[in-house]
């Protein structure tokens, strides 16, 4: 069993940065492949970002490349999302979760999910 708790989200204005974290409490975290996902009303959970357990092997959805950066630290039992140049379209609830597949970028797959944390993005 992993436990999830987002923290960092905010208002922010378009153009500035957030940082989000994730601390995970449980068994194993290390061995966990996590995931940043985020759902905009009236729209379907999607897939922003993802770190395999060792820190290697990221993915970005198209969205957020050279933007965001997925980062991890299996002492702290953290994960960070670090979220610059933010744009009104990024406005969302953000979740993060937990994947004992090696690698992978859809919800389905992902076992472990926190309550989320609204990112809102002003024009």
């Known amino acids: 069993q992993v436990q999830l708790v987002e923290s960092g989200g905010g208002l922010v204005q378009a153009g500035g940065s957030l940082r989000l974290s994730c601390a995970a409490s449980?068994?194993?975290?290390?061995?966990?492949?996590m995931g940043w996902f985020r759902q905009a009303p009236g729209k379907e959970r999607e897939f922003v970002a993802t770190?395999?357990?060792?820190?290697?092997?990221?993915d970005y959805a198209d969205s957020v490349k050279g933007r965001f950066t997925i980062s991890r630290d299996n002492a702290k039992n953290t994960v960070y999302l670090q979220m610059n140049s933010l744009k009104p379209d990024d406005t969302a609830v953000y979740y993060c979760?937990?994947?004992?597949?090696?690698?992978?970028?859809?919800?389905?797959?992902?076992?472990?999910w926190g309550q989320g944390t609204q990112v809102t993005v002003s024009a």
């Open positions: 979760a937990a994947s004992s597949y090696w690698r992978t970028t859809l919800t389905r797959q992902y076992g472990y």
């Open positions: 449980g068994r194993a975290f290390s061995g966990y492949t």
């Open positions: 770190i395999r357990w060792g820190g290697d092997n990221i």
